[in-house]
T-cell receptor, first 116, second 115 residues
Framework: ETGVTQSPTHLIKTRGQQVTLRCSSQSGHNTVSWYQQALGQGPQFIFQYYREEENGRGNFPPRFSGLQFPNYSSELNVNALELDDSALYLCASSLGGTGHSNTEAFFGQGTRLTVV | AQKITQTQPGMFVQEKEAVTLDCTYDTSDPSYGLFWYKQPSSGEMIFLIY??????QNATEGRYSLNFQKARKSANLVISASQLGDSAMYFCAMRLTGGGNKLTFGTGTQLKVEL
């Protein structure tokens, strides 16, 4: 096990609602990144938080937002849910915000979100 | 922009045989890292092996080795002595140095190990 935990594991929401997903990073890791993985696809980078600041964002609209707390845990918030937001959401924790290319990212087990 | 291509949607291998999963990448950045992850049906991404763009030798981790051919921009994963527990989805990913921890993933290869 990696020490990265995500909650909840499964979630069903209605289109138009808002959702908050949570991630506890591995002890000592100060960077959390979030990914969306649609069925049959590879994960897509949403954004990254380093020491409570967003410092990298993928091609996702502003209704995807996040927070990182002083203990480095993180939240992903999605407003105005759409059917296409149905996916597995993965968070990964690592050490170092500027990025050493060999820094291993440890992933949680993911939250499976279904929007109906 | 960087891109990862995995051209094998599915692969079958017999138990105890070796298998190679293909990965090619595209980037103009000279400094990057290449990763392979295993994703069982439970969903968690399990790190397998890493290769840096300046590493002179191919990476190895137990039964996993990475066949890194920089000029061809390929980073194939070789799994030796396949086991039934190796059945899973396998993803190749790249991260640029200085690009934060953003990983760019390929579309994955579904590996099935048969008796």
């Amino acid at each position: 096990e990696t020490g990265v935990t995500q909650s909840p594991t499964h979630l069903i929401k209605t289109r138009g609602q808002q959702v908050t997903l949570r991630c506890s990073s591995q002890s000592g890791h100060n960077t959390v990144s979030w990914y969306q993985q649609a069925l049959g696809q590879g994960p897509q980078f949403i954004f990254q938080y380093y020491r409570e600041e967003e410092n990298g964002r993928g091609n996702f609209p502003p209704r995807f937002s996040g927070l990182q707390f002083p203990n480095y845990s993180s939240e992903l918030n999605v407003n105005a849910l759409e059917l296409d937001d149905s996916a597995l959401y993965l968070c990964a924790s690592s050490l170092g915000g500027t990025g050493h290319s060999n820094t291993e990212a440890f992933f949680g087990q993911g939250t499976r979100l279904t929007v109906v | 922009a960087q891109k990862i291509t995995q051209t094998q949607p599915g692969m079958f291998v017999q138990e105890k045989e070796a298998v190679t999963l293909d990965c090619t990448y595209d980037t103009s950045d000279p400094s990057y890292g290449l990763f392979w992850y295993k994703q069982p049906s439970s969903g968690e991404m399990i790190f397998l092996i890493y290769q840096g763009s300046y590493d002179q030798q191919n990476a190895t981790e137990g039964r996993y080795s990475l066949n890194f051919q920089k000029a061809r921009k390929s980073a194939n994963l070789v799994i030796s002595a396949s086991q039934l527990g190796d059945s899973a989805m396998y993803f190749c990913a790249m991260r640029l140095t200085g690009g934060g921890n953003k990983l760019t993933f390929g579309t994955g290869t579904q590996l099935k190990v048969e008796l």
